[in-house]
């Protein structure tokens, strides 16, 4: 994955409209990326410093586990420019 600058990141994911999980719900989501994350390992896949902080930057927003992949990829698409350091 492409070098991001995270504080960009932050501020696009904080914009966006969504709904929001609850403080339960994101505590439950922590655990769940956690365990994604131990999987990711286990099979030789750690992602990267920069990976996790995405993650992170995501659940301290509260989005969704179902939309953190649409986000990621929306970085991505043509004719969008990913936050860049």
């Known amino acids: 994955m492409a070098h991001i600058d995270l504080e960009a990141f932050r501020e696009r994911v904080r914009a966006m409209a969504f ?40 659940l301290d927003e509260g989005v969704p586990p179902s939309l953190m992949a649409s986000i990621i990829l929306g970085l991505y698409e043509p004719g969008s420019s990913p936050p860049a350091a």
């Open 19 to 58: 709904e929001r999980g609850t403080p339960d719900q994101v505590a439950l989501w922590r655990e769940d990326v956690a365990d994604a994350r131990a999987n990711l390992v286990i099979e030789d896949m750690t992602p990267s410093n920069d990976d996790d902080a995405m993650f992170s930057i995501m």
